[in-house]
């Protein structure tokens, strides 16, 4: 009766304690998630958060769309997307994408005639204008719209399913072994092999009470299922998660917002980065440093130095501007290319917008776009209704459609070939000084054609002629490279990451600003390959460009589709690319490649949408930053395998030769699931949470391909589990003799020991591959918490819960021993990684052998060399490529 009152006093702490373990995992793991769901609907709320621009108190400003109310006049161009229903007011060449709400793919042309009507979720494709807004929000008619611009949250990430794979063959481990360890146990209880805490037989068959034998069924159940618990590795997906919303987190500081989860580990296996040139490596502050008229370069007093009939040309040609309130000073719209041109137009030529106005009307513009390189307008001279056409653009493009020039004293000549080779050749000067040149021409319209170009004729849309120009003269703008892009740049090119800059700036300017940010190198030489245009590489045939796309370090004058075109040809020779833009037509190649990073200030809607990262502050340096933190979570994540596959391997073999061999688990259920507490998450908190290391980026770039488990870890968690297994197994053959103590103080020493030997691999954990685990571990004050708060929990546990966790006290002399025994893990792990390993995967070399083995049928030859080896399986592979599959 004593007995049994005993075990029904007693016999709830062991379920109750692995309820609360369960409990406390569970909790841990959902407040985790809550923690990441709360910063996805953070992310979500910043990605629809879309400025726009519109006219309040008779200025331009900048508004977010969650504040937008009917009646603001708002301003579109190419590439907004449209953030509300709304009327056309007034514009040119308008032309909206209307596919995401209609499923049709042709543009719709918009007037305020025929079709006025805007609606939410289109894009703009071509031209500009102002819309009245009408309806917002809800009321819209695609009122969900915006909810579709982040990404799914519920995504997997190739990360995560390669852990999953992971998981899911250690827990088949971890099963096979408890099975095997319940068949043991149950083979031993019902031969008689088993004895109860007073020495007796547990079973003796009819004589055995049947309560018993239940309760000693659980017991054996139980530590059978406690053995799949923490075989399983369930805390891998949660070190995924903490990492993976640390990380992003503190990415959004770094000036990168992450809009889909799998950029940002793909990020850290990216080898090579095609990046734009304009805002990106330079600061997009464009200001005009020289002008030439003809062959003449004017400095000083521009608005004298120029002839007054080709002043009123320029006047003409600049732009249009947006004035602000009378007093003040102008505002300027536009591009940073457009705005220095104004404001250079205005302060130094003198320019009078309302005079020009009064004079002038606007019959029909053709917006600039990436692909044409140029803009053009048609105006009506008010005086004599003559009607004058302007292009301006890319100097070589533009003096490639001129026929004539005009000179500083406004005489007209004509171009011929010896005229426009040397106007090429002060182009290429301003180029080379890293100059933009932009050049303006102007043809005044025949009276045949002028019915073409009116607009009471109904005819509006008439393509301007691009032929018969005279040029009036070139400008170069000059726009430095961002302060410290240079070193950017190089700390890229030291992780094995190349840059490709891809620009649509003449050969010459890109060249300059390559040398200067340090993609191109001092050693290089004109026609080594690495420079090349866009028409050129698009004029190869696709073997010619497989063979020279790695050389390829510029492309200048480059189109969208020469962008596209080089991402293809670089994922086809297996490389993991990432690529900036900021244009509507960058949209497929920021699709196209593997990690999509688009400009967060100059960037269109659509170029965002279609983009991965937005670099919020248009720098490269924050470029370089998130390839920092892509390669900083995966090498979180390969700590924390490193640390848990450790704990597995050693809990495994443990219990199962001691259930093989004597009987019983030296493990308890209790004791293994607080194990497997501190091992999933808290031991997920310390390693996820770690911030990147230069040491990041002096290392190779990952493959797709890699394995997860280098043969680095596997040399480390191998090394780490033996020693725990042996130490452990001494303890439960030897440890009573040893230290002369009853069976309940050696279990005791077991569990302790094995507890603390975790902690302290914890710290062998923090570098997989560096012998000074202790660089940089004061930054980290989360870590050193958690192992604070590991140490104490271990003492409550030992010392106070000795019925709940089935423990005794233990003297300072026994806390002593089972520190420094665990503290030998240490030393190990120094000496240990002075061992080289092979950079081949494990696995690999294993199957590469076996394979020799049946194939040339001489093991020792193939073994003889590693070189020899992989020479050899690589002629196998040649030959028949399925025999070796990974």
């Known amino acids: 009766m004593l007995k049994q009152f005993l075990i029904c006093q007693e016999g709830w702490y062991e379920g109750g304690s692995i309820f609360v373990a369960v409990f ?74 209307e596919s995401s709400m209609t499923g049709e793919s042709d543009h719709v042309e918009i007037d305020a005639c025929m079709n006025p009507f805007l609606f939410s979720g289109s894009k703009v494709v071509d031209g500009y204008g102002r819309m009245l807004v009408v309806s917002v929000g809800m009321d819209t008619t695609w009122g969900e719209m915006m909810s579709s611009v ?220 990436s692909e044409k390189k140029r803009s053009g307008v048609s105006v009506r001279r008010k005086a004599d209704e003559s009607i004058h056409v302007h292009w301006k653009g890319a100097a070589e493009m533009i003096v490639a459609m001129c026929s004539q020039y005009y000179e500083s004293e406004g005489i007209r000549r004509a171009m011929n070939e010896g005229e426009r080779s040397r106007i090429q050749t002060i182009i290429q000067g ?204 995966y090498n979180n994540i390969q700590k924390f395998i490193q640390f848990q596959l450790t704990v597995n391997v050693a809990a495994l073999v443990i219990n199962f030769i001691a259930a093989v061999s004597a009987g019983e688990v030296p493990l308890t259920a209790v004791q293994l699931l607080w194990v497997n507490l501190i091992m999933d998450t808290l031991g997920a908190l310390a390693l996820a949470t770690d911030r990147p290391t230069n040491e990041l980026m002096h290392k190779p770039p990952v493959g797709r391909t890699e394995p997860l488990i280098t043969n680095i870890m596997w040399r480390n968690l191998l090394a780490q589990a033996l020693y725990q297994i042996t130490i452990l197994l001494i303890l439960q053959f030897r440890g009573e003799s040893i230290f002369n103590v009853h069976e309940r103080v050696k279990d005791t020493l077991i569990f302790n020991t094995f507890v603390l030997c975790q902690v302290f691999n914890e710290f062998n954990a923090r570098k997989l591959d560096k012998q000074n685990v202790f660089e940089g571990i004061l930054k980290n004050r989360l870590f050193l918490g958690i192992i604070g708060v590991t140490i104490v929990l271990q003492v409550v546990m030992v010392e106070f819960l000795k019925k709940f966790a089935d423990t005794e006290k233990l003297t300072l002399w026994q806390w002593g021993v089972c520190i420094l025994l665990a503290a030998f893990s240490w030393p190990i792990a120094w000496f240990v990684k002075l061992i080289p390993v092979s950079d081949a995967p494990l696995f690999d070399i294993v199957k590469q052998a076996i394979t020799c083995r049946k194939r040339a049928g001489n093991l020792g030859s193939c073994l003889m060399n590693p070189k020899e ?18």
Request: charged residues 25%; proline residues 3%.
């Open 24 to 97: 406390l995992v569970v909790v841990v793991s959902a407040f985790s998630n809550f923690r990441q769901e709360t910063q996805f609907d953070k992310l979500s709320k910043i990605s629809n958060n879309i400025k726009v621009e519109v006219v309040r108190s008779g200025r331009r400003r900048h508004t977010s769309i969650f504040d937008l109310v009917v009646g603001d006049a708002v301003f579109l161009k190419i590439g907004d997307q449209i953030p509300a229903d709304g009327l056309f007011l007034d514009g040119y060449s308008l032309q909206v994408d």
């Open 150 to 369: 982040t990404g799914d949250k519920n995504e997997r990430t190739p990360l995560q399913t390669r852990l999953d794979k992971l998981t899911s063959s250690i827990g088949k481990v971890g099963l096979a072994v408890a099975f095997l360890v319940l068949v043991v146990l149950l083979i031993r209880y019902f031969t008689g092999n088993t004895k109860d805490d007073y020495g007796q037989t547990e079973y003796r068959g009819s004589k055995t009470d049947v309560d018993d034998v239940l309760n000693a069924i659980v017991r054996i159940v139980a530590a059978a299922v406690t053995i799949v618990v923490v075989a399983i590795p369930e805390g891998l997906p949660l070190a995924v998660t903490l990492t993976l919303a640390y990380s992003m987190k503190r990415m959004m500081a770094d000036q990168a917002m992450v809009r889909k989860l799998s950029a940002c580990e793909t990020m850290g296996s990216a080898t090579v980065i095609c990046t734009d040139k304009t805002g990106t490596l330079t600061l997009n502050q464009m200001k005009v440093t020289q002008f030439w008229l003809g062959q003449v370069s004017i400095e000083d007093d521009l608005a004298k130095g120029i002839a007054p009939n080709v002043l009123e040309l320029f006047y003409q040609g600049v732009g249009s501007i947006c004035e602000s309130v009378s007093g003040s000073l102008p505002e300027f719209s536009g591009s940073p290319t457009e705005k220095a041109i104004l404001s250079w137009a205005v302060l130094g030529l003198c320019m009078d917008m309302e005079k020009l106005k009064q004079q002038y009307s606007i019959l029909h513009v053709e917006t600039f776009n």
């Open 430 to 633: 301003m180029a080379a000084s890293s100059l933009r040149c932009i050049a303006f021409a102007h043809k005044q319209v025949s009276k045949e054609e002028a019915e073409d170009y009116d607009d009471r004729n109904g005819k509006t849309h008439q393509r301007i002629k691009e032929d018969g120009l005279t040029l009036l003269g070139i400008v170069g703008l000059k726009d430095p490279c961002r302060p410290g892009v240079k070193k950017a740049v190089e700390a890229c090119q030291s992780a094995g990451v190349r840059i490709k800059m891809i620009t649509g700036d003449n050969v010459f300017t890109a060249k300059a600003i390559a040398t200067e940010c340090g993609i191109l190198g001092p050693d290089y030489r004109e026609g080594s390959g690495e420079v090349v245009e866009g028409i050129e590489f698009r004029s190869y045939t696709p073997d010619e460009r497989l063979e020279k796309v790695d050389k390829i370090q510029v492309m200048a004058r480059s189109s969208p589709f020469d962008k596209l075109l080089m991402v293809q040809c670089l994922k086809q020779k297996g490389n993991v690319v990432a690529v900036t833009g900021d244009g509507t037509n960058d949209a497929p190649a920021l699709k196209e490649a593997d990690i999509g990073l688009s400009m967060g200030i100059q960037g269109t809607e659509v170029a965002k949408e279609s983009s991965d990262i937005v670099i919020l502050d248009d720098n490269f340096s924050s470029v370089a930053t998130v390839l920092r933190w892509g390669r900083c979570v």
């Open 869 to 886: 080896l992989r020479s050899h399986i690589i002629t196998l592979q040649s030959s028949d490529p399925l025999t070796i599959s990974i």
